[in-house]
């Protein structure tokens, strides 16, 4: 066996890996029921969801609950600054204009915050960063995880961010851990775009 053979096998063998997760094959469904998908009350204005108060509930949430639209599934570690890795990706999805707007949009932005990897003492800021968000962005949708059954579910990296663009059937178009590069920003939101044409 030649050196840039074993060196193959030596780099297989320490990249990490998302067995869980792989393009082209269902996302494997899960039920995230410690705390869960917020559920905040909101009223339709202009053309868009806004939010009708400030109160915002919590239940039960399956992933598949939200088949039948295209999703980008946004995965967090509850870890200071990690939400800046991947702001480049989110800006690109609010520059495409995508259709999520209203209750009944084709597209959706789903945010899952792994609040079991959170640092000892900073888990209620995590959760009430989460609720800001949910508030300054109605129309998506926001899930605390609370015992990290995303990321064990789908064999995510600890302390990281995710990427994951899944089709009306749950199936992965686009999976990524760790900070995107422009052109997988570019490639990513170009999925979506195109699965959205009638």
């Not at 990249?15 to 094959?25: E, F, L, M, N």
């Not at 663009?165 to 749950?170: A, I």
């Not at 995107?180 to 939101?189: N, Q």
Request: a positive charge.
């Amino acid at each position: 066996m030649n050196i840039r053979a074993l060196a193959a096998i030596a780099v297989l063998a320490i990249a990490p890996c998302s067995a869980g997760i792989a393009v082209g094959q269902k996302l494997p469904d899960l039920e995230i029921a410690d705390r869960g998908v917020m559920v905040p009350k909101v009223k339709v204005e202009g053309g868009r969801m806004v939010m009708d108060g400030k109160d915002i509930a919590y239940r039960a949430w399956k992933v598949s609950e939200s088949n039948g639209r295209i999703r980008t599934i946004y995965h967090l570690a509850a870890r200071m600054g990690i939400d800046d890795l991947n702001k480049a990706y989110i800006d690109a999805l609010i520059a495409a204009k995508l259709p999520e707007l209203l209750p009944d949009g084709a597209y959706k932005t789903i945010t899952i915050l792994n609040l079991s990897d959170a640092l000892w003492g900073t888990h209620g800021m995590g959760s009430s960063r989460l609720e800001k968000s949910q508030r300054e962005t109605p129309y998506a949708i926001f899930v605390a995880d609370e015992k990290g059954v995303a990321r064990s579910t789908w064999g995510l990296q600890p302390k990281q961010s995710a990427v994951i663009v899944l089709d009306k059937d749950g199936t992965v178009l686009f999976f990524k851990e760790g900070k995107l590069s422009p052109e997988e920003i570019r490639k990513a939101v170009a999925i979506i775009v195109d699965k959205l044409k009638p």
